[in-house]
């Protein structure tokens, strides 16, 4: 929701007080299709050379994140410690093999499927079953196993912040694309010399709006953006760090309420329950 209203309120801000301190929104109106085609069009197609494929189908794809934030909030972060309490409890309990038949078919299984807040994330589920996967041929090492974890989660990261870095790159582009248009708005002028006043400080107005969009998108727009998505992106892989955190506590010998424990203090400030509230919902599972 801030996003939204941040967005709005550039607007507002920039725009808003050029027309009440006695701007003439007119001459921008004029000069912005050409302006916004020099920079806007220069800018992704430069956007389009520096990506693969596959960055910008991911980059196209994460705008949609800029507004919600984050998937992972309290609710999925309860529903993450109540699974892997469940889990880790049956191994205990019962032993590794009888969660095998979870691990091997988790979106068959009746106690992924109870907490269907995870089930949204595949990721999620292929990260649990994977490593408890790895567990139960033998791995039993929780060094090793924590190294192993932190490899993919990194590689995660890194994967998710290639939009970012991609938008990122692209709105440091923008002033400089900016002054791109402003000269050739220069040299339009220069063309009609001979005009009067009143024509060449429009012509001169139209080619200083090509400066004005470049800072303007790269520093209002698509810089913030980028930075939301690069939060987004950290936020959301500190996920996988709560998962981490329970599998090599109850590896190393811990009881599952301890690992548990474990796992709650990796949760973001924000989003993590307290003892009380955790023991409280971890005591309704049977």
Same mark, same amino acid.
């Given at each position: 929701?801030?996003?939204?209203?941040?967005?709005?309120?550039?607007f507002i801000c920039v725009f808003g007080s050029f027309m #009440?301190?006695?701007?003439?929104?007119?001459?921008?109106?004029?000069?912005?299709?050409?302006?916004?085609?020099?920079?806007?069009?220069?800018?992704?197609?430069?956007?389009?050379?520096?990506?693969?494929?596959?960055?910008?189908?991911?980059?196209?794809?994460?705008?949609?994140?800029?507004?919600?934030?984050?998937?992972?909030?309290?609710? &999925?972060?309860?529903?993450?410690?109540?699974?892997? %309490?469940?889990?880790?409890?049956?191994?205990?309990?019962?032993?590794?093999?009888?969660?095998?038949?979870?691990? &091997?078919?988790?979106?068959?299984?009746?106690?992924?499927? +109870? %907490?269907?807040? #995870?089930? /949204?994330?595949?990721?999620?589920?292929?990260?649990?079953?994977? %490593?408890?996967?790895?567990?139960?041929?033998?791995?039993?090492?929780?060094?090793?196993?924590?190294?192993?974890?932190?490899?993919?989660?990194? /590689?995660?990261?890194?994967?998710?912040?290639?939009?970012?870095?991609?938008?990122?790159?692209?709105?440091? +582009?923008?002033?400089?694309?900016?002054?791109?248009?402003?000269?050739?708005?220069?040299? /339009?002028?220069?063309?009609?010399?001979?005009?009067?006043?009143?024509?060449?400080? /429009?012509?001169?107005? =139209?080619?200083?709006?090509? *400066?004005?969009?470049?800072?303007?998108?790269?520093?209002?727009?698509?810089?913030? #953006? +980028?930075?939301?998505?690069? =939060?987004?992106?950290?936020?959301?892989?500190?996920? %996988?760090?709560?998962?981490?955190?329970?599998? *090599?506590?109850h590896l190393a010998g811990y009881a599952p309420q301890?690992?548990?424990? +474990?796992?709650?203090?990796?949760?973001?400030?924000?989003?993590?329950?307290?003892?009380?509230?955790?023991?409280?919902?971890?005591?309704?599972?049977?």
């Amino acid at each position: 929701m801030f996003a939204a209203i941040g967005l709005l309120g550039v607007f507002i801000c920039v725009f808003g007080s050029f027309m #009440i301190f006695g701007g003439k929104i007119g001459i921008i109106l004029e000069a912005l299709p050409g302006e916004f085609m020099t920079i806007g069009g220069a800018a992704i197609c430069g956007f389009m050379v520096a990506n693969s494929t596959h960055t910008i189908k991911q980059a196209l794809g994460a705008v949609k994140r800029i507004f919600p934030g984050a998937k992972f909030h309290k609710k &999925e972060y309860m529903e993450l410690l109540s699974l892997l %309490y469940q889990i880790l409890k049956t191994m205990k309990t019962k032993g590794v093999l009888a969660i095998e038949q979870h691990i &091997e078919k988790p979106l068959e299984s009746n106690i992924f499927n +109870a %907490y269907p807040s #995870i089930m /949204k994330d595949p990721f999620t589920v292929k990260f649990i079953a994977d %490593y408890l996967r790895m567990f139960s041929i033998g791995v039993d090492n929780p060094h090793e196993l924590e190294a192993l974890m932190e490899q993919e989660i990194d /590689k995660a990261k890194h994967e998710d912040l290639h939009s970012s870095h991609a938008f990122q790159t692209m709105a440091d +582009a923008m002033p400089a694309l900016g002054i791109v248009a402003a000269v050739l708005g220069v040299i /339009k002028t220069m063309a009609s010399i001979t005009e009067p006043p009143e024509v060449l400080g /429009k012509l001169i107005g =139209g080619a200083l709006v090509g *400066t004005f969009m470049g800072i303007f998108l790269s520093y209002c727009i698509i810089a913030p #953006i +980028a930075s939301r998505l690069k =939060g987004v992106a950290e936020e959301e892989n500190q996920f %996988y760090h709560v998962i981490r955190a329970a599998i *090599t506590s109850h590896l190393a010998g811990y009881a599952p309420q301890v690992s548990i424990e +474990a796992a709650r203090k990796k949760v973001p400030t924000e989003y993590m329950p307290d003892f009380n509230e955790l023991e409280e919902a971890l005591s309704a599972i049977s």
